[in-house]
């Protein structure tokens, strides 16, 4: 791991409509297999009401803490669309509006229709540039290392995209996957052991029952991809050595997979 | 909305499998209804990694500022199997072995397959009282305002329905939800009018698109019954004189709801 840094991100979920269980995100999951992916390491996640103060505290501790952060959702034209105002504010700004994103609009909602409420998605706090939106039309916005998104999923995901290659990647994640048809607390103290002989990776135990028989995923990731091998061997060897047979898969149905 | 007590709740998910992608949480938004049912209004939630001193300062700001807070994740057998512990120390105390918990292993495990690592299951904070697991037997913990409880989501469930009689409720929000087959940034403008006039509501407006046809679903939320009919008739009235029929309906599928 020595001379890798270690990039580091946050999500930031906003909307009253994801806490009061009105919907589902369906952000988190998509962003964070694609941070790992590219080496970026997200390290929290919060879901934030649309209330002023608690999304500027976020964002001014998040973006100190972590090399990245990604806000999603509030950035339509309604008065709970309050994302872009409070970025500026948690950057000690005020919002501008933007002549490209007000050409955009015209050009695509037609001059004749705009009104205050449109334009209100032309305003980006001073100091940001755009991230293009191939879905819609309307930008995002990225101020230092605060990336604002849309919360609608494809529209996310396409500005997370356009992005994509501005962001500073990290050494990617190796990941393996062993399952053992044993119950977790069998294997539970040679685990232990293993991660104590290794730790340099990161290993990690997803219990399941499937069909009436209890197993466990062995989820070891690390950097590197020989302490990789040698950590799966070992576990490997571990299962055989309980008496069962090791069997090694990169997907299983998340249904099945407690977080124990 | 006077004499009625705000109780609040935040929702720890503990795990680095959520936050790398492997796993996508199934937790949050069923967690989210439940308390919305109970009129306790969840305030935030964070995706922690499985990280000590993370896990130790989320408990303790989090269980400052809200009433409640629910934690999943992390209790198992294996040495990434750390909330327990964390949460001892953020109250702090220490574990203790619990015999109940030891003679509901014994009977379910056998006391010959009783492993060090299975007792770790055992482990309660000192001041903590055990919640119930209905699914898989071992139980969860409530220590003061935090109640910790398993991953894995049908045995969350159960645990969180063996604890949902000994919360606080608070006044049950109200919720009438009306479709606009027009585009968000049409009614927005006589949309934060409304929300001026009504400041005891909650509007949230969420767009969508289907078969092509732009539209929004306007949702008005309030413990006060006249307060919430008051609004929504504002709301209807205002959809019919820009031309359209107001539709009210309880659901739309969430791929249709992007957050804005």
């Known amino acids: 791991m020595t001379g890798?840094?270690?990039?580091?991100?946050?999500?930031?979920?906003?909307?009253?409509?994801?806490?009061?269980?009105r919907t589902a995100d369906a952000n988190l999951?998509?962003?964070?297999?694609r941070?790992?992916?590219?080496?970026?390491?997200l390290a929290e996640a919060r879901v934030l009401p649309d209330v002023e103060e608690v999304i500027i505290d976020a964002v001014n501790e998040c973006r100190e803490?972590?090399?990245?952060?990604?806000?999603?959702?509030?950035?339509g034209p309604t008065h709970d669309d309050i994302t872009a105002l409070c970025i500026?504010?948690?950057?000690?700004?005020?919002?501008?509006?933007?002549?490209?994103?007000?050409?955009?609009?015209?050009?695509?909602?037609?001059?004749?229709k705009m009104n205050e409420a449109r334009l209100k998605m032309a305003d980006v706090p001073v100091g940001g540039?755009?991230?293009?939106?191939?879905?819609?039309?309307?930008?995002?916005?990225?101020?230092?290392?605060?990336?604002?998104?849309?919360?609608?999923?494809?529209?996310?995901?396409?500005?997370?995209?356009g992005i994509a290659g501005e962001l500073e990647e990290g050494a990617r994640m190796l990941s393996r996957s062993v399952i053992a048809f044993l119950p977790e607390g069998t294997i539970a103290d040679g685990l232990n052991a293993i991660q104590e002989r290794h730790p340099a990776t990161e290993i990690g135990s997803y219990p399941f029952r499937k069909d009436g028989?209890?197993?466990?995923?062995?989820?070891?990731?690390?950097?590197?991809?020989?302490?990789?091998?040698?950590?799966?061997?070992e576990i490997r060897e571990m299962i055989r050595d309980l008496g069962a047979t090791p069997v090694e898969e990169n997907e299983i149905d998340p249904e099945d997979l407690p977080a124990g």
Chains 1, 2 share one sequence.
């Open 4 to 21: 890798v840094k270690n990039i580091t991100a946050c999500a930031l979920i906003i909307g009253n409509e994801v806490l009061s269980g």
């Open 29 to 33: 999951n998509w962003l964070a297999l």
């Open 35 to 41: 941070l790992t992916e590219k080496g970026i390491r």
């Open 65 to 75: 803490k972590y090399t990245y952060v990604f806000t999603t959702g509030g950035i």
């Open 88 to 112: 500026a504010k948690a950057f000690g700004t005020t919002l501008e509006r933007n002549a490209e994103i007000v050409r955009l609009l015209e050009e695509r909602i037609g001059k004749d």
């Open 129 to 161: 540039s755009l991230i293009p939106n191939p879905v819609s039309g309307v930008p995002g916005f990225r101020i230092g290392n605060v990336f604002v998104m849309a919360g609608v999923p494809s529209i996310m995901r396409g500005m997370f995209e």
């Open 213 to 233: 028989v209890f197993g466990c995923s062995l989820v070891t990731r690390t950097t590197d991809k020989d302490e990789l091998d040698a950590a799966v061997e």
